[in-house]
């Protein structure tokens, strides 16, 4: 049972971290990014490359964190000055990056498992008790969650995030205030690609290997994630909403884990994936429809 626990958070954390990057473009920018399909393995192919060469696995981190960033950026430039629709900007890149991972990696699967990682670290575990050690990879997950999702608090509530956040709720506001609303939005797609290959980063190393289709259904994760966290704690306002993302994507994968147990195969978990999420659209949508209903009223 303890062991189910673990995975279930690790998984989680590895994908809350994403999440927070998918909720900077779906519920700020309300820009339908699917070139995080994309930049998650993007992520995961540059650390696998580095570390092979000999890179520190921490610095891998940064490193995949600004490649995810310009990925972003490409995607806003299509978008902002290139006048091609978001939906379309961010199937652009994402098919781009397919090419882009494969040429990076040099093939469709890397194997790092006989590599140090950010988890085989002697000098931490030299301080760390043995009955602690079991948990390890959850608390440098936890720790470099805990670290993102403060750096992100932080931005937003700089001059620049609440910028990123007009720009999703008006426009014209931006431009009322001299500002360049398309430079704002490509500084959200960086910032969002860039969390979400960091999320990539961190998933390679925990697992031991890049492999090209890690990406496959990204999005989907990422928004049941967002949309499971914002409507299960939308009425305590006290929880900031990238902890609610946070606990959505943990709360989504205990979903997955628990539809595992029950019988269902390996092999049927986009399967699960995409009931999940259609039930979750289902829900959020009625709740939204009995709300204005109510309003009406």
């Keep these: 049972m303890l062991t ?36 998650f393995p993007l992520g995961s192919a540059v650390t696998a490359v580095l570390i092979i060469a000999g ?54 699967n890397v194997a ?30 936890f720790l470099i969650l805990f670290i993102m999702k403060l750096i992100l608090d932080l931005y937003l509530k700089t001059k620049s995030g609440y910028l990123l956040r007009a720009v999703g709720d008006n426009e014209t506001i931006v431009t009322s205030l001299a500002k360049d609303k398309g430079t704002v939005k490509i500084i959200g797609l960086a910032i969002a690609n860039a969390f979400v290959a960091l999320a990539g980063s961190i998933y390679c190393q925990k697992n031991g290997f890049f492999e090209i289709s890690s990406g496959t259904g990204t999005i989907v994760i990422g928004l049941a994630s967002v949309i499971i966290g914002i409507n299960l704690f939308q009425k305590f306002t006290r929880i900031k909403k990238t902890t609610a993302v946070i606990f959505g ?7 997955v884990s628990i539809a595992i147990s029950f019988g ?32 009406r009223a």
């Design 4 to 39: 189910i626990l673990l995975g279930i958070l690790e998984e989680g954390f590895v994908y809350a971290v994403m999440a927070l990057g998918v909720y900077i473009t779906y519920k700020i920018l309300d820009f339908p990014d699917l070139s995080v399909d994309g930049t």
């Design 55 to 108: 890179v520190n696995p921490v610095l891998t981190l940064i490193i995949s964190f600004f490649v995810g960033a310009l990925a972003g950026i490409i995607t806003g430039i299509i978008h902002v000055k290139f006048k091609v629709r978001d939906l379309l900007s961010g199937i652009i890149v994402m098919t781009a990056l397919y090419s882009i991972n494969l040429r990076i990696a040099g093939k469709a």
């Design 112 to 141: 790092i498992f006989s590599k140090d990682s950010i988890f085989d670290n002697p000098f931490l575990e030299s301080f760390i008790p043995e009955k602690v050690k079991p948990f390890l990879v959850t608390i440098i997950l």
């Design 249 to 255: 994507s943990v709360i989504y994968k205990a979903c």
């Design 264 to 295: 269902m195969a390996a092999q049927d978990l986009r399967l699960i994936t995409s009931i999940l999420f259609l039930a979750i659209l289902i829900v959020s949508y009625d709740r939204k429809r009995r709300v204005k209903t109510n309003a």
